[in-house]
């Protein structure tokens, strides 16, 4: 009943705006009229102007974007804006190639995939008792297996330790 | 409303059901036309992601920080793909429409009455069975059939016939890209206000 409704609604809108709609819709079909009667001109003008391949739809933006990918690899680079949280590529597995993913992520991570790594650690006596699951308790953990490993953590960014330094980002 | 009332208490019981007919009938228009309405947003919102698959590896690498470059950039692109895809249907259809008005011309009929005849002898024709409702004449009963398609074999029946397919058919494409080229137009303003937006939540997702 409620899609019938909001369906029904929807319509009843549509058929008001759609003189609006048309319009729109119409100058564009004009506007395409006009860009394809124009181009010729424009390529003409194109022909006497110092710009190169003004009909490419690739520009030097697309071969920055291009030359940024073979160098990186394909799959490493990072977007200026990623969206996924932190904590869910701390606690990937450790890798030696060059995963600039984070640019924060020590590559020598050396977190211990076999358990008997836990023994032979020295700092395994210093590991909190951890009986609560949540996230933030494992970061500690993970931090303290990785205490011989080199520091390349901000110490002035504490918003994702509670403080304390010294452990992998 | 008041007013009214006594005019519903005088419908005999034929003028009720032709009422709920006829609301039932613009209900469902109502209905239909929601439906289209979500069909074209959905055809529509695939056609602008033709912006993503050009735009996608320049944001990905950051080639493009500002909201400003970005329009440009896509914008350029999309109106050099429209140019593209819809130059040969545009022309394709400029061709007939010459070729129609050329035949026009050698054929002396520029009343165009040799088009209008030959499709009127290639469709069908009902009788309507129309009476008045209150004071409006609408169609009462099922109509019946009393002309059926002629396509026996005339050169201008033929004639009118190929040119309309030939014109029908690019110009169809043409408006397709026209449509796309909106839909792009709409996904660089809706991508122009979400991919530049400052969210601080964004931020918080990022140091949960």
Not at chain 2, 80 to 89: C, G, Q, R, V
Not at chain 2, 180 to 197: D, E, G
Request: aromatic share 14%.
């Amino acid at each position: 009943m409620e899609t019938f409704l909001k369906r029904s609604g929807i319509g009843a809108i549509i058929i008001i705006t759609s003189p609006f709609w048309i319009s729109v819709f119409l100058l564009y079909v004009v506007f395409g009229t006009l860009m394809i009667l124009l181009a010729p001109l424009r390529g003409l003008f194109g022909l006497f102007s110092s710009k190169k391949g003004s009909f490419k739809i690739k520009n030097h933006y697309d071969e920055e974007a291009e030359r940024i990918i073979a160098e990186s690899g394909p799959g490493n680079v990072s977007g200026p804006v990623n969206q996924v949280p932190t904590y869910m590529y701390n606690n990937n597995q450790p890798s030696n190639n060059n995963n600039n993913f984070n640019t924060n992520y020590n590559n020598n991570n050396t977190y211990p995939t076999n358990p008997q790594q836990n023994y032979s650690n020295p700092n395994i006596n210093n590991l909190p008792q951890n009986n609560n699951q949540n996230q933030q308790g494992y970061y500690n953990n993970q931090q303290n297996y990785n205490n011989n490993q080199p520091n390349n953590y901000d110490p002035n960014n504490r918003s994702n330790d509670n403080g304390q330094q010294g452990g992998n980002y | 409303m008041i007013d009214y009332i006594p005019l519903l208490v005088k419908f005999t019981e034929s003028d009720k059901r032709i009422l709920i007919a006829i609301v039932i009938i613009f209900l469902l228009i109502i209905l239909l036309v929601g439906y289209i309405q979500k069909l074209v947003g959905y055809i529509m919102y695939t056609q602008g992601l033709q912006v993503d698959t050009m735009m996608y590896d320049i944001l990905r690498t950051g080639v493009i920080v500002k909201k400003r470059d970005f329009k440009r950039e896509a914008r350029r692109k999309s109106h050099l793909y429209f140019l593209k895809k819809s130059w040969l249907p545009f022309f394709m259809f400029l061709l007939c429409t010459g070729g129609f008005l050329l035949y026009v011309y050698y054929a002396q009929n520029w009343d165009f009455s040799f088009f209008t005849t030959s499709w009127q002898q290639m469709s069908t024709d009902f009788d309507w069975h129309i009476d008045d409702f209150f004071g409006v004449r609408i169609p009462t009963d099922w109509p019946t059939l009393i002309k059926t398609p002629d396509f026996s074999y005339t050169n201008e029946k033929y004639i009118a016939l190929g040119f309309t397919i030939l014109m029908v058919i690019p110009g169809i494409i043409y408006l397709i890209d026209c449509q796309a080229l909106l839909s792009r137009s709409l996904r660089i303003r809706q991508l122009c206000t979400t991919y530049f937006a400052k969210n601080v939540n964004k931020l918080s997702n990022d140091h949960a």
